[in-house]
C-alpha cells in the first residue's frame, strides 16, 4: 500500500506561480512512475505531468510544456509540480498518483483556482 497526501493548492492571480507537493509513504518507490493529473468541473481527467521515480524521464502534456515542471526528491519521497504562468484554465483539483504499469494509488487532491 502507498499512501499519497497532496499540498499547496490556493487561490493565485493568473501570471502567478504555485509549487504543489505529494508526500509518499507505505513502501519504498524504486520501479514507480509519479504523476500528477488535474480535473476541472465538467471535464475529464487528465495527466499533467509524470516522472519515473528511478531514470527521472519525464512526460508533459502539451497545455502545460514550459509552465510546469515536475521533479522527485527520492530521499524525502516526494514529488513536486511547479507551475509558473497559471492561467485561469489550470484551474482544477490536482491529484498525485504512483503506480508500476498503471495509476494504482491515488490522493485525496489539493484544489488549484486561478483568478482572471
Known amino acids: 500500500q502507498v499512501q499519497l497526501v497532496e499540498s499547496g493548492g490556493g487561490l493565485v492571480q493568473a501570471g502567478g506561480s504555485l509549487k504543489l507537493s505529494c508526500a509518499a509513504s507505505g513502501r519504498t518507490l524504486s520501479g514507480y512512475t509519479m504523476g500528477w493529473f488535474r480535473q476541472a468541473p465538467g471535464k475529464e481527467r487528465e495527466r499533467v505531468a509524470s516522472?519515473?521515480?528511478?531514470?527521472?524521464?519525464?512526460y508533459y502534456a502539451d497545455s502545460v510544456k514550459g509552465r510546469f515542471t515536475i521533479s522527485g526528491d527520492t530521499a524525502k519521497n516526494r514529488v513536486y509540480l511547479q507551475m509558473n504562468s497559471l492561467i485561469p484554465e489550470d484551474t482544477a483539483v490536482y491529484y498525485c498518483?504512483?503506480?508500476?504499469?498503471?495509476?494504482?494509488?491515488w490522493g485525496k487532491g489539493t484544489l488549484v483556482t486561478v483568478s482572471s
Open positions: 498518483a504512483t503506480g508500476v504499469s498503471t495509476y494504482t494509488y
Open positions: 516522472i519515473t521515480w528511478s531514470g527521472g524521464r519525464t
